[in-house]
């Protein structure tokens, strides 16, 4: 049965968008996504033509996640470097030369940053000095980011070309086209793709190890150590093992480490029966994710923890119900969101705004550019904001916008 689009629309005059349709696979972070906030994952991948012609809400950037990418970037880079010369530890002169010829290690990760970059190219939401402050921002971190590739890269040594297709499988060659999955042989293995087709399952495993006794994954994490169970890479154990093609003779895995830049930690390893479980609990998870998709509209879940970085909270009526603070709970230099009804100009750059609070009370909006288009009488949403005062009337309440706040007109 083929699935149709479905349109919705928004409370922003001109924001509709196509619901996305079920995807052909999922992966650990999609589901964990749709399960935190099944509202935040179908907003963020619907289709918005009249916004651009990409798939997806344009996103905001989120600076941690940006710099993870590059490390993760820089990573696969340099094992496909080092795998396509036949190198086979990330120590050795060989190596160096590699590195050298490519320009060296700040060069590499520099590469890496504007390839991450590049992402935000045609994004409405982005403007070009916002590029380059991120820029700036990752640049001071660009040697974070060579240190924490050179951790990952010296726990494995790189087998040659020949030997794994250059550990992408399944991935795009050099040429563009489709690298073929194929049986992975003895040695390290970076970014290596899994797929368990009948559970409809995804994954990338950072880095899989293997000789004739042992299978390891590790999943690196570039964020600071956290009490994970483990909960990713058990379900790599899961995906390697249900590979028919990468994993024909269904090896089990033998260890699991999540790595972080400080330290490590182990992981126990599912046997069998408990790998069963797993493809069980999954399976659910899988059908409950698809229904989602099959039956829009989403629910939304508004908790901090989801909505902090949510690229779609203007989009989302339950947020603004929800989660905001009261304007006149803030404390002065907070940031937070606002929604309100704009009363009536005051200046090129300020404007007289109520809250939708009963009683309302009265805010001045300070703009950063001259004659925002605001209409009287019409509902907004501002996001990224900032409570500040008058030195004049300490008492009044004032709001001011910065560069990277954004404002949304509301229907009503
Ligand atoms: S704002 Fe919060 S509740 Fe709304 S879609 Fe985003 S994460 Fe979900």
Redesign the pocket.
């Known amino acids: 049965m083929t699935e149709e689009r479905t349109r919705f629309e928004t409370e922003v005059p001109g924001i509709w968008g196509l619901w996305p349709l079920t995807p052909p696979h999922w992966s650990y972070s999609s589901l964990k996504a749709i399960e935190?906030?099944?509202?935040?994952w179908m907003?963020?991948r619907a289709d918005f033509p009249d916004l651009w012609d990409r798939h997806g809400y344009p996103a905001l950037p989120v600076v941690p996640a940006i710099f993870g990418n590059v490390v993760h970037g820089v990573v696969e880079r340099l094992a496909r470097e080092l795998g396509a010369a036949g190198v086979e530890s990330p120590d050795t002169g060989d190596a160096v030369g590699i590195l050298r010829s490519l320009g060296g290690w700040r060069t590499i990760v520099l590469d890496g940053i504007e390839r991450q970059l590049a992402r935000f190219r045609d994004n409405p939401r982005v403007s070009a000095e916002q590029v380059d402050r991120l820029r700036e921002e990752l640049i001071r971190r660009a040697p974070e980011a060579a240190d924490q590739a050179k951790v990952f890269l010296g726990r494995g040594t790189f087998p040659s070309v020949s030997e794994i297709g250059i550990s992408a499988v399944g991935g795009t060659s050099a040429l563009g086209g489709p690298v073929p999955r194929r049986p992975v042989g003895s040695g390290a293995h970076a970014e290596l793709e899994v797929v368990a087709e009948a559970m409809r399952l995804t994954g990338r495993i950072d880095l899989l190890v293997v000789d004739d006794a042992q299978v390891s994954i590790v999943d690196f994490k570039t964020g600071a150590e956290s009490q994970d169970r483990g909960d990713q890479v058990r379900l790599y154990a899961l995906l390697w093992y249900l590979d028919a093609q990468v994993n024909p003779d269904r090896k089990l895995a033998t260890e699991l480490h999540v790595v972080y830049p400080a330290g490590e930690q182990a992981i126990e390893t599912p046997d069998r029966a408990e790998l069963q479980s797993l493809e069980d609990a999954t399976s659910a998870r899988v059908q409950a994710a698809d229904t989602v998709t099959q039956q829009p509209p989403p629910t939304?879940?508004?908790?901090e923890e989801?909505?902090r970085y949510?690229?779609?909270?203007h989009?989302?009526?339950?947020?603004w119900s929800?989660?905001p603070p009261a304007v006149t709970a803030v404390s002065t230099g907070q940031w937070f969101d606002f929604e309100g009804r704009i009363l009536r100009q005051n200046g090129s750059k300020s404007w007289f705004a109520e809250t939708l609070a009963q009683p309302p009370a009265q805010v001045l909006v300070r703009t950063v550019e001259t004659d925002v288009a605001f209409q009287a009488g019409r509902r907004v949403r501002l996001l990224g904001v900032r409570r500040s005062q008058d030195p004049d009337d300490p008492d009044r309440l004032v709001i001011s916008m910065v560069g990277t706040s954004e404002w949304y007109p509301l229907g009503s």
Do not use: E, G, T
């Not at 949510?310 to 909270?313: G, H, K, L, N």
């Not at 989009?315 to 947020?319: I, K, M, Q, S």
């Open positions: 935190a906030c099944p509202s935040q907003l963020s939304a879940n508004p908790i989801n909505c949510c690229s779609v909270r989009l989302c009526d339950a947020y929800a989660l």
